[in-house]
């Protein structure tokens, strides 16, 4: 991480877990552990949770995130929420990309840059997830892929509006196995997007952009990631469930 140049955040991502009375347990048992934490600090729940998780959240260092949205302000998408539904709320982030939502719910890249830009447009903060499959790795074209989905999804967003963009490299291959990437891979990666940020943009916004690594980051692997100099941080899966798991986690960064 560098910090003096850019914002490190830790931000979990509950997916579909956790009820109403289950999330206000973990959140009240979180904010004391991350009080004083000296990186941003984001919790991603699912649209049943928002209420609860804005309720518990206030007055605290957690920001609340979504973790998905529509491209539509609204009409007849049955099912969906929309980006300025989740602004109305009070809602910060959302995430956006997010390789289950690719893998099982049909997102493509020209879906995931309509829903950057709609989010952006709303007033959210949008955590944009990209990375490769396991057969992409094997066949060496992580860095053309990883790239490719970056500049598609950043289509026609401005460089004032890529201020609220964080990417989270996610290697789908290491999404919910146990497996990760080592330390120097995730860093390669970050460093690629960030390359890619440059050459779209300008080395200003790529020094500044945040970019996460989001593939099985733990207790046990949090401070070698983030000790890396293009990884600002982490999208946290399984462990932003655990309170003191991710508390470990939000002070690696913290002390990185």
Request: proline letters at 2%; aromatic letters at 4%; one cysteine or more.
């Amino acid at each position: 991480m560098n910090k003096n140049l850019r914002k490190a955040i830790i931000a979990g991502n509950w997916k579909m877990n956790k009820n109403r009375a289950e999330a206000k347990t973990l959140i009240e048992e979180l904010k004391p552990l991350v009080a004083n934490a000296g990186c941003e600090v984001v919790i991603c729940v699912p649209f049943t949770n928002l209420e609860t998780a804005l309720a518990a959240t206030e007055g605290s260092n957690i920001k609340v995130g979504a973790e998905n949205c529509h491209f539509a302000k609204s009409g007849a998408y049955t099912g969906e929420i929309s980006a300025d539904m989740l602004a109305e709320m009070g809602v910060e982030y959302v995430v956006i990309g997010h390789s289950e939502r690719r893998q099982y719910f049909g997102e493509t890249d020209t879906t995931v840059n309509l829903r950057t830009k709609a989010a952006l447009e709303a007033g959210l903060k949008v955590i944009l997830c990209v990375g490769e499959m396991l057969e992409d790795r094997e066949n060496n074209i992580t860095e053309e892929l990883v790239a490719l989905q970056t500049k598609i999804a950043l289509k026609d967003v401005t460089k004032e509006q890529l201020k609220n963009v964080i990417i989270a490299y996610e290697p789908v291959w290491a999404i919910g196995t146990g497996k990760t990437a080592t330390a120097q891979q995730a860093n390669e990666v970050c460093s690629l997007i960030r390359a890619t940020i440059e050459k779209v943009y300008d080395k200003e916004a790529a020094d500044a952009m945040t970019i996460q690594y989001g593939g099985s980051m733990n207790a046990a692997n949090a401070e070698e990631l983030v000790a890396q100099p293009d990884v600002d941080g982490g999208l946290i899966g399984g462990a932003s469930l655990k309170a003191e798991d991710f508390s470990i986690i939000v002070k690696a960064a913290t002390n990185g």
